[in-house]
């Protein structure tokens, strides 16, 4: 156990569906960052929090948005699902958000599978 | 922009040879190398890290990495694989952000991910 908690396990939905991702950090950490990782993709950048403020922006689609809220958990919304929606999403949390260098700790992430 | 490069993205050995996963970053400033293992079915972990000094970095279960500045190269080893080190293998790079809005603002750039078979 990493100490990163994230919900569902899996989630099966279908096309055009909304779902809600959750996340709660490591004890201490007051980041969080959102990950997406598909086959071809890699691991993509999507979003990261940092006490409940949004710190950076990476790839991420206007169909998808996250916040964090006052205990530090984070949600990630993906909306109007796609197919190529479909993918391992993770979380990951840091004790900081600026001058971090010590690395994340992820969480075990939600696969999800849009048909 | 920057990028991290893993160039091999399946390798399959078998136990007691040697490993190397390439990694190449493109950035011209400091940074920070890190190279993580995602075992099957789970999480994430980290591997080893480098920030500074000696450029060989020593991580858990005997893997190491050597940072090499001039050719902008992360790459990770191991003498002798297991069975056990079946897995994939994420290197990362952090950064500062292309867009600032904060000062010392920096993200974390990922590479594709080697998938490593080891042959028992």
């Known amino acids: 156990d990493s100490g990163v908690t994230q919900t569902p396990k899996h989630l099966i939905t279908a096309t055009g569906q909304r779902v809600t991702l959750r996340c709660s950090p490591r004890?201490?950490?007051?980041?969080v960052y959102w990950y997406q990782q598909s086959l071809d993709q890699g691991l993509q950048f999507l979003i990261q929090?940092?006490?409940?403020?949004?710190?950076a922006k990476g790839n991420i689609l206007e169909r998808f948005s996250a916040q964090q809220f006052p205990d530090l958990h984070s949600e990630l919304n993906l909306s109007s699902l796609e197919l190529g929606d479909s993918a391992l999403y993770f979380c990951?949390?840091?004790?900081?958000?600026?001058?971090?260098?010590?690395?994340?700790?992820f969480g075990s992430g939600t696969r999800l599978t849009v048909v | 922009a920057q990028s991290v490069s893993q160039h091999n993205h399946h390798v399959i050995l078998s136990e007691a040879a040697s490993l190397e996963l390439g990694c190449n970053y493109s950035?011209?400033?400091?940074?920070?190398l890190f190279w993580y293992v995602q075992y099957p079915g789970q999480h994430l972990q980290l591997l080893l890290k480098?920030?500074?000094?000696?450029?060989l970095v020593k991580g858990i279960k005997g893997f190491e990495a050597e940072f090499i500045k001039s050719k902008f190269s992360f790459n990770l080893r191991k003498p002798s694989v297991q069975w056990s080190d079946t897995a994939e293998y994420f290197c990362?790079?952090?950064?500062?952000?292309?867009?600032?809005?904060?000062?010392?603002?920096?993200?974390?750039?990922f590479g594709t991910g080697t998938r490593l078979k080891v042959l028992a």
């Open positions: 990951a949390s840091s004790v900081a958000g600026t001058g971090d260098g010590y690395g994340y700790t």
């Open positions: 950035y011209g400033g400091t940074v920070n």
């Open positions: 480098y920030f500074s000094g000696d450029p």
């Open positions: 004890s201490g950490d007051l980041s």
């Open positions: 990362a790079v952090r950064a500062p952000h292309n867009t600032v809005t904060t000062s010392g603002t920096y993200k974390y750039i």
């Open positions: 929090y940092y006490n409940g403020e949004e710190r």
